[in-house]
T-cell receptor, first 112, second 117 residues
C-alpha cells in the first residue's frame, strides 16, 4: 500500500520563475494538505483541499495556489519565485473526519 | 490564533538516559487535537501519537510515553532508555476542528534530539 508520493524530489529554479509540485495521496485518503518547511523550522500550513475545493488556507500570499483532481491527487503552484521560497514542501493526506495526516518525503525546492 | 511552543531547541543525552521533550500550546477552541511527529534526516514526518482535547489520559507505547495536561496546556513526550535510533527532530503540533473536519496543523519549531552512544 503506497503512502503519499511527491514529485519531483529536488528542484532548482531561478528567481521569478514558476514551479509546480505534485502529490498523490495515500490510497483511501480524500484530503490533501501542503506545508512549507524552511531550514531549521517547523512546517507551516499552506492550504488544504477536499472535494477539489480549497477548504482552508494558511498565511501565504496568492502566489501560492493549488488544485485537487478528481482522483484526489494535488498540485501546488508557486508563481514569481523568491529566494525565500527555498524550502522543503511537504504534502500530507488524510481521510475527512479522521484527523491523522500521513506525510510524503517532500520536494526540496531551491530558488537561485 | 493557535500556537505551539517547543522551548528546547536541542537536547543531547547519552544512550539509555531518559529524556523529556516539552510542548506548550495555545488555542481558543474547546475541540482540538495534539500530535507528535518524528522527522529523521530523510525528511519524512513520521506520526507518533494523536490525542483529542477530551482525552487527558496519559499514554505509553513501548519506550515512549506522553503526558497531556489541559490545566497547563502541555503535551510532553518522554523517551525512556533512549537509543541512538531515536536521534531525530521531534515536532509537536496542534489541529483545531472548524466543523468540517480537522484543520491544518500548527507545528512548533521542533526539538533536535541527539542520542550519543
Amino acid at each position: 500500500d503506497a503512502g503519499v508520493t511527491q514529485s519531483p524530489t529536488h528542484l532548482i529554479k531561478t528567481r521569478g520563475q514558476q514551479v509546480t509540485l505534485r502529490c498523490s495521496p495515500k490510497s483511501g485518503h480524500d484530503t490533501v494538505s501542503w506545508y512549507q518547511q524552511a531550514l531549521g523550522q517547523g512546517p507551516q500550513f499552506i492550504f488544504q483541499y477536499y472535494e477539489e475545493e480549497e477548504r482552508q488556507r494558511g498565511n501565504f500570499p496568492d502566489r501560492f495556489s493549488g488544485h485537487q483532481f478528481p482522483n484526489y491527487s494535488s498540485e501546488l503552484n508557486v508563481n514569481a519565485l523568491l529566494l525565500g521560497d527555498s524550502a522543503l514542501y511537504l504534502c500530507a493526506s488524510s481521510l475527512k473526519g479522521f484527523p491523522r495526516e500521513t506525510f510524503g518525503s517532500g520536494t526540496r525546492l531551491t530558488v537561485v | 490564533a493557535q500556537k505551539v511552543t517547543q522551548a528546547q531547541t536541542e537536547i543531547s543525552v547519552v544512550e539509555k538516559e531518559d529524556v523529556t521533550l516539552d510542548c506548550v500550546y495555545e488555542t481558543r477552541d474547546t475541540t482540538y487535537y495534539l500530535f507528535w511527529y518524528k522527522q529523521p534526516p530523510s525528511g519524512e514526518l513520521v506520526f507518533l501519537i494523536r490525542r483529542n482535547s477530551f482525552d487527558e489520559q496519559n499514554e505509553i507505547s513501548g519506550r515512549y510515553s506522553w503526558n497531556f495536561q489541559k490545566s497547563t496546556s502541555s503535551f510532553n513526550f518522554t523517551i525512556t532508555a533512549s537509543q541512538v535510533v531515536d536521534s531525530a527532530v521531534y515536532f509537536c503540533a496542534l489541529s483545531e476542528n472548524s466543523g468540517g473536519g480537522a484543520d491544518g496543523l500548527t507545528f512548533g519549531k521542533g526539538t533536535h534530539l541527539i542520542i550519543q552512544p
